[in-house]
C-alpha cells in the first residue's frame, strides 16, 4: 500500500505540475514557517477533553503542562504507526501511570474513553463536510456514494464501541477467547485488572455529571479548530477562504484520511483528495497540493518534537528514578 500511496502521490504531483507548486512555495509569506504553532490551539481542547475523563481526586494530580508533554510524544509514536493510529497509547499508559501513581486499570480506562470520545465526536466532525458535498459542491454521485457510505459503516462502528464498552469490552473479549480455546492461564493472569478496566468505563459512562458529554464536546471543538490551520494555509497561498469553508474542508480531509486508513500516512490520497477540493471551489488544484504539504510540514515538525520530548522524559526517569512526580514538568 506504501508503493500504491507513492504512485498516486506521484500521479497527483503530474497532474497538478511541479512548476504550479514550486511558484506557490515561492510566493509563502513570511509566517509560514509559523505555521506548526497552530498544534497549541487544536491539541488543547483534546487534552482537556481527556483530562475531564479521570477522577475528580486524579485530576486534582495533573498539571496540564504534564499531559502536553505526555500527549505530544504519544502523538509522535502515533505518527509513525503505519496503519492505526494506536501505538502511542500504550505509551502514554506507561508514561502517565508513572508520572501520576495511578493503577494501570485507571489510566487504560481514561485512554480507551478518550480514543472513543475522539472518534464519535469525529463522526459529527464529518456531518459538517458532507453538507456541501450533496447541496453546494459540483460532486460526482459515485463519489458522494462513497463518503457517504464511509461515514455511516464508521458511525456504526462508532456506535457499537460505545454499547460494547458499557457492557464490558475486556469481558466480553475474554469470554470470546474461551469459546475458541485461549489458554486459560492468559485469562486468569490478566481477568482482575481488565475486570476494574471494565467496571471503571462502565462508572464513568452512568454516573452523575454526565462528564462524557462534556469530553464528546471539547473534542468535537478539538476536530473543529483544525480549520483554523486550513484557514491559515489558504491565506499564506493568497488564497483566503471563509471559517466555514476552512472548517467544512477540514471535515472532509479527515472523513477522506479514515477512509483511506490502509494507506500509510495517507500517503498520495491526501494529496489528491485536496487537489479535488481546491478545484470544486475553482482553484487551481495545486493550492490543494501546497494545503497537504503544509500539513504534512506540520505534521512532521510536531513529531520531531514529539520524539524529543520522549527522550527528555526517559532521560529524567532513568536518572531520577521514580520517586519524584516532577521528571516530566521539568522537561
Known amino acids: 500500500m506504501f508503493a500504491a500511496g507513492l504512485a498516486l502521490l506521484g500521479w497527483v504531483f503530474s497532474w497538478v505540475h511541479l512548476s504550479n507548486l514550486r511558484a506557490a512555495l515561492t510566493d509563502l509569506g513570511p509566517w509560514a514557517w509559523a505555521l506548526p504553532s497552530v498544534y497549541l490551539f487544536m491539541t488543547v481542547w483534546d487534552i482537556w477533553g481527556w483530562r475531564i475523563i479521570f477522577e475528580e481526586q486524579d485530576?486534582?494530580?495533573?498539571?496540564?503542562?504534564?499531559?502536553?508533554?505526555?500527549?505530544?510524544?504519544?502523538?509522535?509514536?502515533?505518527?509513525?504507526?503505519?496503519?492505526?493510529?494506536?501505538?502511542?497509547?500504550?505509551?502514554?499508559?506507561?508514561l502517565v501511570s508513572r508520572r501520576f501513581g495511578l493503577p494501570n486499570e485507571r489510566v487504560l480506562s481514561s485512554i480507551l474513553i478518550q480514543r472513543t470520545m475522539l472518534f464519535v465526536s469525529e463522526n459529527f466532525f464529518w456531518a459538517l463536510g458532507l453538507v456541501p458535498v450533496f447541496f453546494v459542491w459540483d460532486v460526482s454521485g459515485r463519489l458522494r456514494m462513497i463518503l457517504l457510505a464511509g461515514a455511516a459503516l464508521f458511525t456504526a462502528m462508532g456506535a457499537a464501541l460505545l454499547w460494547v464498552q458499557t457492557k464490558g469490552i475486556f469481558m466480553t473479549l475474554l469470554g470470546g477467547f474461551r469459546i475458541i480455546?485461549?489458554?486459560?492461564?492468559?485469562?486468569?493472569?490478566?481477568?482482575?485488572?481488565?475486570?476494574?478496566?471494565?467496571?471503571?468505563?462502565?462508572?464513568?459512562?452512568?454516573a452523575r455529571g454526565r462528564r462524557w458529554i462534556a469530553s464528546l464536546a471539547l473534542h468535537f471543538l478539538g476536530w473543529v479548530s483544525g480549520g483554523l490551520e486550513v484557514y491559515w494555509?489558504?491565506?499564506?497561498?493568497?488564497?483566503?477562504?471563509?471559517?466555514?469553508?476552512?472548517?467544512?474542508?477540514?471535515?472532509?480531509?479527515?472523513?477522506?484520511?479514515?477512509?483511506?486508513?490502509?494507506?500509510?500516512?495517507?500517503?498520495?490520497?491526501?494529496?489528491?483528495?485536496l487537489a479535488l477540493l481546491a478545484q470544486w471551489m475553482g482553484l487551481h488544484p495545486s493550492a490543494g497540493v501546497m494545503v497537504s504539504l503544509l500539513k504534512?510540514?506540520?505534521?512532521?515538525?510536531?513529531?520531531?518534537?514529539?520524539?524529543?520530548?520522549?527522550?527528555?522524559?526517559?532521560l529524567r526517569f532513568k536518572f531520577s528514578g521514580s520517586r519524584t512526580h516532577e521528571q516530566i514538568d521539568a522537561v
Open 59 to 94: 485530576r486534582g494530580l495533573m498539571r496540564f503542562k504534564s499531559l502536553f508533554l505526555i500527549h505530544t510524544a504519544c502523538q509522535a509514536v502515533n505518527n509513525i504507526t503505519p496503519f492505526v493510529d494506536v501505538g502511542g497509547e500504550f505509551l502514554k499508559m506507561r
Open 181 to 206: 480455546g485461549i489458554d486459560p492461564e492468559f485469562i486468569r493472569k490478566t481477568g482482575t485488572t481488565l475486570a476494574g478496566t471494565d467496571e471503571a468505563i462502565r462508572a464513568f459512562y452512568t
Open 296 to 314: 504534512r510540514y506540520r505534521h512532521l515538525t510536531w513529531t520531531l518534537i514529539g520524539f524529543g520530548i520522549w527522550f527528555m522524559i526517559e
Open 233 to 273: 494555509i489558504f491565506r499564506l497561498l493568497g488564497h483566503p477562504i471563509g471559517m466555514a469553508e476552512a472548517v467544512t474542508i477540514e471535515a472532509l480531509i479527515q472523513l477522506i484520511r479514515t477512509v483511506s486508513f490502509y494507506v500509510p500516512g495517507n500517503l498520495g490520497v491526501q494529496e489528491g483528495a
